[in-house]
């Protein structure tokens, strides 16, 4: 038999990390080495639909303000390792916890973009030397955010569904002509 059945991914981690609250998020060995950088680090952290650590990656080092990252980048990510949740970590060298627009912003793309893959951004948390914050928790991330990067990803996803019900129109009224000509071809039988 010449099948192709696709395996799940080994996850990167060495042992196996459950993940129930941003407190545990914080804890993770690899948040605690970003927390005191004096540049700003974001890591991806991958989920299964348990919650059940994936892979962690750190995916971009910006500046001691920011940090500017491909957002293709995190969606390829999840895709590759097949995560069904996202959480991003990013440290903020300052100690000020509050979330830039730009936090704001690259959070709700994101999440518009995975959202379209069917993997959910549970949380996107800043970092710093003694604390954290989760911007789910203060509702920082727009679950109904629009702007004219997501309106064009909503426009592109409408254009890509509206083809696809076009193909199965087309398709099926294929099947009604050859219905219809059976039909006729059996009345012609039976007179």
């Known amino acids: 038999m010449g099948l192709t059945i696709d395996i799940q991914k080994k996850p990167e981690i060495e042992k196996e990390v459950k993940i129930s ?7 993770l060995e690899e948040v605690q080495e970003i927390k005191d950088a004096i ?4 890591l991806f952290i991958g989920l299964d639909n348990k919650n059940n650590v994936r892979n962690i990656s750190l995916i971009g080092i910006g500046t001691s303000t920011e940090i500017k ?8 990510i ?12 990013h440290n903020h060298p300052s100690n000020e916890l509050n979330p ?12 518009k973009l995975l959202k379209g893959y069917n993997i959910k951004l549970l949380d996107h948390i800043i970092v710093g030397r003694k ?9 920082a991330i727009d679950r109904d955010y629009k702007d004219d990067k997501t309106k064009l990803i909503d426009n592109a996803i409408l254009t890509e569904e509206n083809l696809a019900l076009k193909q199965k129109v ?22």
């Open 21 to 27: 609250t941003s407190e545990d998020v914080f804890q």
């Open 39 to 42: 540049q700003e680090h974001l």
């Open 69 to 76: 990252v491909d957002i293709r980048y995190i969606v390829r």
């Open 78 to 89: 999840a895709l590759i390792n097949a995560c069904d949740k996202v959480i991003l970590v």
């Open 100 to 111: 830039s627009i730009h936090d704001k912003n690259m959070s709700n793309i994101i999440n």
């Open 131 to 139: 604390n954290y914050l989760s911007m789910e928790n203060i509702k």
């Open 170 to 191: 087309k398709n099926l009224n294929r099947k009604l002509q050859k219905y219809e000509k059976t039909s006729e071809k059996e009345e012609e039988e039976f007179e």
